[in-house]
């Protein structure tokens, strides 16, 4: 096992644009989503309008989000200030855990194709990154982050 990124660029890079892909459904269709003319799919930055996009990419971002639990378990990483992220308190299994199950969750709704069940499993998701945030990451000096 490697750890390449510190906490806060793991955040930028995997977690954050997964999320907003998940966010996105709540207030719009995906399957009504098109690829604008004159572009082609499997170059686009945008994964609901990528080849892979519409429902399919909120599936998966969904699972990326379930599946990115496991790389905030993974020892060794440090926060963006150097400090190591806090993987031995038992809020941050805690939250880690409510990430992983708001992603299933997410993908779940995202089979079902119903933004009803997008917005319930949105919120949830939205839950689990504010909880720890909240925790760890809300702080006026960002030299006390993840302390
Ligand atoms: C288990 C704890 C935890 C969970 C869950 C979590 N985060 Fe974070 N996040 C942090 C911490 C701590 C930081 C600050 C990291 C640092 O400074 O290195 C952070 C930083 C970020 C940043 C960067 C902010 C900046 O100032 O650059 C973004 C964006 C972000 N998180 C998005 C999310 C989203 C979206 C979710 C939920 C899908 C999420 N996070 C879930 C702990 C968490």
Redesign the pocket.
Known sequence: MQVPS????L??GV??P???V?FFSQNENPANLKTPPGQDPSLETDPLLSTFGGWVAVENAALA?SD??NL?LIPGR????GVA??MDNPD?VK??Q??RD??MTAYKAAQSKNQDNMIEASNA??D??????R???EKRN?AD??K
């Open positions: 510190n906490l806060n660029q955040m930028r977690l954050y997964a999320a907003n998940v989000l990115s639990a905030l440090k926060c963006s200030n992220v806090p941050w939250f880690v409510q990430l708001a992603g998701l939205n689990s990154c504010t909880n720890c945030h925790k760890w990451r960002p982050r993840c």
